[in-house]
């Protein structure tokens, strides 16, 4: 069982940044591939990025590439999403999710925070 509570949400102004944080509890979290996804007004969740149990294997949707940046630091038990040149389409809640294979989909996620509102004004 992993619980994971993510934090750094907020407002931000378009061209703004921030930094996401997930933190899991139990001592098996580093075995768990760790992906975020956000849910935008009015849609369904997508994918945004994932992250390997080691950190050394990441991949991205396309819209945020080279903007968003995910790593992980598995003695802190915690993954971040650092956030640059925000725009307004990033606007949504943003969930981490903990699962055993290197996924885009959401089924393959096990273990699901509370997330995260961040709001990007224009």
């Known amino acids: 069982q992993v619980q994971l509570v993510e934090s750094g949400g907020g407002l931000v102004q378009a061209g703004g940044s921030l930094r996401l944080s997930c933190v899991g509890s139990?001592?098996?979290?580093?075995?768990?591939?760790v992906g975020w996804f956000r849910q935008p007004p009015g849609r369904e969740r997508e994918f945004v990025a994932r992250?390997?149990?080691?950190?050394?294997?990441?991949h991205y949707r396309d819209s945020v590439k080279g903007r968003l940046t995910i790593s992980r630091d598995n003695t802190k038990n915690s993954v971040y999403l650092q956030m640059n040149s925000l725009k307004p389409e990033d606007t949504a809640v943003y969930y981490c999710a903990a699962g055993r294979w290197t996924s885009y989909d959401e089924r393959d996620y096990d273990y699901w925070g509370q997330g995260t509102q961040v709001t990007v004004s224009s």
């Open positions: 992250i390997s149990t080691s950190g050394g294997s990441t």
């Open positions: 139990g001592r098996t979290f580093s075995s768990f591939v």
